[in-house]
């Protein structure tokens, strides 16, 4: 018994390691693909390393390149523009001006763009606008008018040599305000202000004999009064004008009963051309005077003290008074005046609000000659 127990334990130790150990034909197979799987995933896993590592380095040298270049080209912008400076001061200033005007329009498209998806995200009508966009879309608007005539004239093949000499000759004519000089700004605005004052006596002239036709007589004696005092130089008073609001919003002195010349006469005040049919000068003068009581009522909105010198004179411009050579505070005295009467009229009174963009101005501390 105790052989047979030792014989047992001695065969079951020389069996035990061939027992535990799993067949060495099925493990090699297994260790081999498990092997191969590994290294084909630790190829894979580095290849995608070096191909990142490649990308990252050729956008990193790529941006380089870039920011290389583009040092480089304002190294050679800023001698050559040092150069046009010393060597050619008035070339450089059309330069200057056109190359600062290029990035003020390319500004202002871009407010545009805001402004247009403002409104359409909150259905906003421009009358809902506040004054400074409200403004900023009407200039635009007529600056993009402005231009075009010279986009038609630079359609053909090889025009745009024709386009460079007409805006270097009419630059008034053709080019809008973001391509003058300040001493241009100035220049042009006095000329345009002599063509509109040019139509001022016309306009008063039509508004007297207008008054002849007036059936009632105090009306008309205060309306013939008001133009003879106008006429010899004084400056009419709100009180005057208010008082006789009624006229204009019936009679014969309403815009669309007004003589075909008093309507061109009144036309050439908003800067609006004369040579169209009647229908259509009546219908472009009424909505342009609507479109300044609109800016009215926003800018009281606004409050006159937040605006600019530079808002302050163009907004005076606009409304008929050369602001060019007065001060500031006689452009705010005039302007607030302003605003008391075109916030007081109402729609069908619009005749009188254009009237008085004469009225009010013709007398009020003229520009030195």
Known sequence: MALSRAAARGGLWRLSPAALSPPRGRMEPQLLLGLSRWGRRSQVCSQLRRSQVRSLSSRAASRALVAA??????????????????????????????KAGIQALFLEVKEIRKIKSKMSQQRLSTQQLPYREMERLRQFRRDVLKTIPIGIIAIPPFANFLVIVLMYFFPRQLLIRYFWTPKQQLEFLDAYDCIRRDSYPDVVRGLALAARSLPEPQPRELLQQLCAQVQGGAQPHL????????????????????????????????????YLPAFLLRHRLRSHVLEIQHLDRALLHLGLGQLSEEELRAACYLRGLNSTHLGQAKCRAWLEQWLRLSCELQVSEASLLAHSMVLLSLNYSRPPE
């Open 69 to 98: 270049v583009a040092a480089a080209a304002r190294r050679v912008s800023t001698r050559y523009e040092q150069y046009l400076e010393r060597s050619f001061p008035r070339f450089y200033l059309l330069y200057s001006t056109f």
């Open 239 to 274: 009180a005057q004008l208010l008082a006789l609001r009624s006229l204009f919003s019936g009679s014969v002195l309403a815009l669309n009963r007004l003589r075909v010349d008093h309507v061109r006469a009144l036309s050439q005040v908003l800067f609006l051309t004369p």
